[in-house]
């Protein structure tokens, strides 16, 4: 399923980026080398909905309607008095934290394995230490892996990396695989960044799939309710996509707004979400 996502991709860009009366899904399709019907099974085979459904129920109003569930239990957490809603683990994740002189020293001494491999939303590039995930990106094709990793890497500028794809294989099981999910075995995590950066990574942890949240309801969660674009930079931050899952973080209009790896692949995430509750 993982070689569908290039044409999957480009059907998503074609679907989000035309004006509804404009879309010609047959010609699209016949511009791809398949019928209207073929590419129709593909799509849905790949997400688990016809391109109608999802271009109306992702890109518009299943996130409005997300952010109003999402809102309520705002809410309801703050009328009873709790300073933030219960953490929840996305992706049965754990946050172990990394010895601060690794931390103060940009990674010197530290040895990181890298590598690639296949996802739903194209090539993964990761990044781990003996603490955990370090990294995670995506590459369009694999002449952009080297691009992806140097992004990753800047943030541990004094490490040493060593490339080992079948060592991440395991790893990258756990995070595309739901039948690698378990919570009994948490997969942990190392989060590289400031105090604000890593509160604004953690409370992300707390967004299930299938829900959304904006950047201001984020800044107020941590307190800091006049904070939204710094909570918005902070999210852009994010050294491991996917698995802390900032890609369900939308506009207050419920747009989707941007996202680093490219705003296909995000409403390709959350188009991927929707298919796994269908």
Not at 112 to 134: E, K
Request: one cysteine or more; a neutral charge.
């Amino acid at each position: 399923m993982t070689d569908l996502y290039p044409l999957i991709r480009r059907a998503i860009a074609y679907l989000s980026e035309t004006p509804a009366e404009a879309v010609d899904f047959s010609a699209f399709a016949l511009a791809e080398g398949l019928s209207e019907r073929a590419l129709t099974e593909q799509f849905r085979r790949w997400c688990g909905l016809s391109p109608k459904s999802f271009a109306q129920a992702v890109a518009l109003d299943h996130a409005k309607r997300l952010l109003r569930e999402r809102a309520s239990v705002l809410d309801a957490t703050f009328e009873l008095g709790l300073s933030a809603p219960s953490r929840l683990h996305d992706l049965f994740v754990t946050h172990e934290a990394m010895p601060p002189g690794a931390w103060r020293d940009g990674g010197a001494g530290l040895t990181m394995i890298w590598g690639v491999a296949a996802s739903p939303f194209g090539v993964a590039v990761l990044c781990q230490t003996d603490w955990g995930l370090a990294g995670l990106g995506f590459a369009d094709e694999d002449s952009a892996v080297a691009a992806a990793f140097d992004d990753l890497a800047r943030r541990w500028p004094n490490a040493r990396y060593t490339r080992n794809d079948a060592a991440l294989a395991p790893v990258a099981a756990r995070i595309f695989d739901p039948a690698h999910w378990a919570p009994g075995q948490p997969l942990k995590i190392v989060l590289i960044g400031t105090d604000f950066e890593v509160r604004v990574w953690e409370s992300l942890l707390s967004i299930k799939p299938g829900t959304a949240s904006t950047y201001g309801a984020l800044a107020s969660q941590l307190g800091k309710p006049t904070a939204a674009r710094a909570v918005g930079a902070a999210v852009g931050k994010n050294p491991i996509s996917f698995v802390v899952p900032c890609h369900r973080v939308v506009g207050t209009s419920g747009a989707l707004t941007g996202y680093h790896w490219g705003l296909p692949r995000k409403r390709a995430m959350l188009g991927w979400e929707t298919g796994l509750k269908a």
